[in-house]
């Protein structure tokens, strides 16, 4: 068996294809229209587009496969709250992208200059709703393409940093997959996002 990853040639997908080669993983990849085979992967990577994730998750919530999700999970508070609800009920081994809990810096306050071309296009608060999940204090988000730059606690992340904790994190999702269903976090994460807003401080 091996992973599957959907969306793997969009511009999230494609980047974890390249760390699942680089770390010498075979994957089958499925883009968003093709159809899933059943039984022949132990884990599922869901990259494809922001309002696709509660159809994608949902699709394998019954079958107990560990997955790791593309944030946000909608960007409909509402829909995310219940999506959560029904991953709960069902016990779906799901866990939310978080790439900046592989980094180790102290979280507190965090400053991003965002790249929106690159981004998911869902709003700032949303494609950064893993850096405003982390931070215990005040966010200031901008948005200053094409230049990508991010502070925590007065500490500079660099490309190098972010990048090294992608592929840690998909190394930790395949060694130590999810058990249950992550949905405190994800709860917490889209309430936090949500009420951030397009506001900046």
Request: net charge negative.
């Amino acid at each position: 068996k091996r992973p599957l990853l959907m969306g793997y040639r969009g511009s999230i997908g494609a980047r974890y294809a390249a760390i699942l080669k680089s770390l010498g993983v075979d994957f089958f990849g499925v883009e968003v229209d093709d159809p899933v085979p059943p039984f022949i992967y132990d884990s599922v990577i869901i990259a494809t587009p922001t309002h696709m994730h509660c159809e994608h998750v949902m699709a394998f919530a019954d079958q107990q496969t560990p997955i790791l999700l593309e944030k946000p999970l909608s960007t409909d508070l509402k829909q995310a709250l219940e999506i959560c609800d029904m991953l709960d009920q069902a016990n779906t081994p799901v866990r939310m992208v978080n790439q900046y809990r592989h980094i180790t810096a102290a979280f507190g306050t965090g400053e991003t200059a965002y790249d929106y071309y690159r981004s998911g296009k869902d709003g700032l608060h949303w494609d950064t709703i893993s850096l405003i999940a982390l931070a215990t204090g005040d966010v200031s988000l901008k948005q200053e393409s094409p230049y990508w730059q991010a502070t925590l606690n007065g500490k500079e992340l660099t490309h190098r940093m972010v990048e090294r904790a992608y592929i840690d994190m998909i190394e930790h999702f395949l060694s130590d997959p999810p058990t249950s269903p992550e949905t405190d976090y994800m709860r917490m994460a889209h309430k936090k996002a949500a009420a951030f807003g397009w506001s900046s401080r």
